[in-house]
């Protein structure tokens, strides 16, 4: 009886000392799967961000992080992930074969020079006529040639004047007699007539009519016409001398259509003619004509030059150079960078080390070997700006085999064009 107790005992105590190891072998499991998982985590590597992309799916996207104009935050794309489908990977190797080369999109002064040709011509608003307001007959002519240059005030013929002398006898007897009213009256119709206030004042002071009385140049010039001859007789309106002010001149210059949008009124320009090389002169554009020139597709533009030493003539060929642009800075890229197909502007983009991706981009003004882009890529993100026609061919293939569904042998016959391998030698063929 003693040892069947002894032996329950015993077998209790070796199923209590089984269950206990039991159950610190899965206390110790568990915390031994929970440090191994932490280790696994901890071990598992990091991926690596390509870009940032959209959050609205918009063709934009940015090597940094950075908000839309919602602030929203742009979506980090790993590597490995996104559709990879017209991005080309290439070797560093291949790229110094290639001599491709990238730079970065920034913020640039786009200054651009538009050039364009005119004519030498005289300022319209200093062209000046001399025709008298009364009936007479010229009886001496001081200037008697085309051309002939004239100070304002000189002295350009002698007149006379049937009306003339008997306004000039009314207004002396007047003064004489008294009669204030009437001597007005006669002072104000020779006034009218172009009477300057010299002959008037010698009239008053000599106290005598003068037979003839002078008609004289109203501004310094060039005589341009003169249809006076000495003893002809003139009528009143009858131009009789034409006089023009080459102190100023205007330049007219014909833009082109799709240059206009640089010009404005109050620009600047600089004007080259070919009787003083090297020599620059400053105008300044006074007006842009309404119409367009449908055979030429061009626009007038007239500028106005000082010219006070007269070195500029009417007829006169120039070459004028509008400079366009301003201090305002935009976003450009260089011509280079730029894929032209006529439907769409394309740049190749870097989006991780060796890896591109074709951006159709919107493009604005030109200036120089920059392009302003409006819409499609943001300031730091790199740009290929040679062999970039290389590159995009590969890519175009590669979206073409991919939107037709290619076969991993169509890739991999698409891989070999690009990359050929060296021709391997078959001796069975060899020895047939």
């Not at 006076?228 to 009143?236: I, L, N, Y």
């Amino acid at each position: 009886m003693k040892t069947t107790t002894a032996i329950l005992g015993m077998a209790a105590l070796l199923v209590t000392a089984l269950a206990t190891g039991y159950w610190w072998g899965g206390q110790g499991s568990r915390h031994g799967s929970e440090a191994t998982s932490k280790m696994a985590e901890t071990a598992k590597p990091q991926r690596k961000i390509l870009y940032y992309r959209n959050p609205m799916g918009l063709p934009d996207t940015s090597p940094i992080p950075k908000k839309d104009s919602m602030g929203m935050d742009y979506i980090a794309v790993y590597e490995g992930e996104g559709n990879t489908s017209n991005q080309v990977a290439l070797s560093t190797e291949k790229i110094q074969k290639l001599g491709v080369k990238l730079e970065a999109v920034s913020m640039r002064e786009l200054n651009r020079v538009v050039h364009a040709v005119g004519t030498i011509q005289i300022n319209e608003q200093r062209l000046h006529t001399v025709s008298p307001r009364f009936e007479g007959w010229i009886e001496r002519l001081h200037v008697n040639a085309t051309g002939q240059p004239v100070a304002r005030g000189q002295a350009l013929m002698e007149v006379y004047s049937p009306e003339l002398a008997s306004a000039q006898a009314e207004y002396l007897i007047a003064v004489q007699a008294g009669m204030r009213q009437l001597a007005e009256s006669s002072l104000t119709r020779l006034r009218n007539w172009g009477i300057d206030e010299a002959q008037l004042g010698e009239l008053n002071k000599s106290g005598q009519a003068r037979h003839t009385m002078t008609l004289s140049a109203p501004v310094a010039g060039i005589v341009l016409e003169k249809t006076a001859v000495q003893g002809m007789r003139f009528m009143p309106g009858e131009a009789l001398y034409k006089i023009a002010d080459l102190s100023s001149v205007w330049v007219m210059s014909d833009i082109f259509e799709q240059d206009l949008a640089l010009i404005k009124t109050g620009q600047t320009a600089r004007v080259k003619v070919n009787a003083y090389p090297g020599q620059e002169f400053a105008a300044k554009i006074s007006y842009i004509y309404p119409t367009l020139n449908s055979q030429t597709r061009t626009a007038s533009v007239r500028l106005e030059i000082n010219n006070p030493a007269g070195l500029l003539k009417p007829g006169m060929y120039a070459e004028v150079h509008f400079a366009t642009g301003g201090k305002t800075r935009v976003l450009a890229v260089p011509s280079s960078a730029v894929i032209d197909s006529g439907n769409r502007q394309v740049a190749l983009v870097e989006v991780a080390e060796g890896r591109f991706e074709p951006r159709e981009v919107k493009l604005g003004q030109r200036a120089g070997d920059y392009v302003e882009v409006l819409s499609g890529l943001s300031e730091g993100e790199k740009v290929v700006t040679s062999a970039n026609f290389l590159i995009d061919a590969e890519s175009n293939l590669k979206a073409a085999l991919a939107a037709f569904g290619a076969s991993g042998s169509e890739s991999k016959a698409n891989s070999e064009i690009f990359n050929p391998k060296p021709e391997t030698r078959n001796p069975q063929r060899e020895g047939r």
